[in-house]
């Protein structure tokens, strides 16, 4: 297999400027257990609050043996055993980005256009607290895979596909029910293997529309690297700064994901600040994207880390030396919260069985789930439909793997073809050439 027709999990082998329709119509489609999910007394459907089956062990798989000689390379192309993904599409987890999804609603009922965007910068934190703990890798779309939801209950629906291979490209699209506002963008996201780590880079726009404030927000996503990924327990940082811009009102909120660094004191951290279009600082944010995030008067802010205590004490008491540089340091999950703070978001709790469910979240739990009758209604290239993803949720790794590989199969197939049409009309071409 050359190296144009390697694959990171299910990818299509068609160019990204090839029209293509994705079909999992000749999907399996597996019996859901009846703890999942099921219908309640008033007739509303109650979505599951686990998967059909708990996640493998991957001790007895090596890692290694597959990214030694992969050091600095970018990842989209290096094939990877089903056994180090989660039963997720990478559009289902994008999806994740929505399950805060009041904080744009109360962002919409809010009057001050400083008061919006620091409640706008929860909403951007929030969006990746979901990777907390999540070390195992989503499956890469197919060209032209789709994945449609709509959740009356949280008052918006939203559409997410693949639109391009090279490089692989997910664009997303959601919506407000009572046309309060939409939130879109596109996703590339870029991964490089450090020998220990793997940083994955979300290259792409974020942009909400407050649709009754006529306000557009942009901003990129953080860094995310997964540390130790051949030896040791695996953890998540995310680092880099996060600019947040108000393009109708000037307002900007510039987000500082603080690296871990050497002793351990900034795991998790985000600090950061607001400015008016005059450059005047006009809030502080600060917080954990692990746990909560506030926001508090600047004045207040100085005054309190005048008094903070010892910074060389504090080093002192976090320190991590003689550990390994990508050992998770041990410090207390938790934010100090400065008098005269406002609470702008805490993460929801995960289900107590977590860990035995790749770590999802309760709302990452339900986005699989097909509910009776689903699959006449779901287009045929929605993620719900993918055998392998579905396989690999209820327990069969075998299946998934081999499903995997025959979808993998089918798409270079389809490519070939591709390209001989492609030659074909090519020499018809040339052949009127002048």
Known sequence: MNSEEEFFDAETGLESDD??????????LFDRKQVTGGRQEN???ERRKTLPAQMISRSNFSIWSILKKCIG??????????????????????TEYM???????????????????????????????SQWERTGKPFNPLLGETYELIREDEGYRWISEQVSHHPPVSAFHAQSLKQEFEFHGSIYPKLKFWGKSVEAEPKGTMVLDLLKHKEVYTWTNPMCCVHNIILGKLWIEQYGSVEIINH???DKCVLNFKPCGMFGKDLHKVEGYI??????????????????????????????????????????????EGEEADEMPDVQETVTVIPGSALLWRITPRPAHSAQIYNFTSFAVTLNELEPGMEKLLAPTDCRLRP???????????????????????????????????????????????
């Not at 029209?19 to 399996?28: N, W």
Request: proline fraction near 2%.
């Open 19 to 28: 029209s293509c329709e994705v079909s999992f119509k000749d999907a399996l």
């Open 43 to 45: 007739g509303m459907w």
């Open 73 to 94: 390379m970018e990842l989209s192309k290096i094939a990877m055993p089903v056994e180090f993904n989660e039963p997720l599409s990478f559009l289902q987890r994008i």
């Open 99 to 129: 399950e805060h999804t009041h904080l744009i609603h109360k962002a919409c009922s809010l009057s001050d256009s400083v008061d919006r965007m620091q409640v706008v910068a929860a909403f951007a934190v929030s969006a990746v607290a």
């Open 248 to 250: 109708s009102t000037g």
């Open 275 to 320: 400015q008016d279009k005059s450059k005047k600082k006009r809030r502080v944010i600060y917080g954990k994207w692990t746990e909560c995030i506030y926001s508090v008067d600047p004045k207040s802010y100085d005054a309190y880390k005048r008094t903070a205590g010892d910074p060389k004490r504090l080093k002192q008491e976090n320190s991590c």
């Open 388 to 434: 392998d993803i579905r396989a690999m949720e209820n327990g069969d790794m075998e299946l998934a793997s081999a499903e995997k590989e025959r979808l993998e199969e089918k798409q270079r197939a389809a490519r070939r073809e591709r390209s001989e049409e492609d030659e074909t009309w090519s020499t018809r071409y040339d052949s009127k050439a002048f």
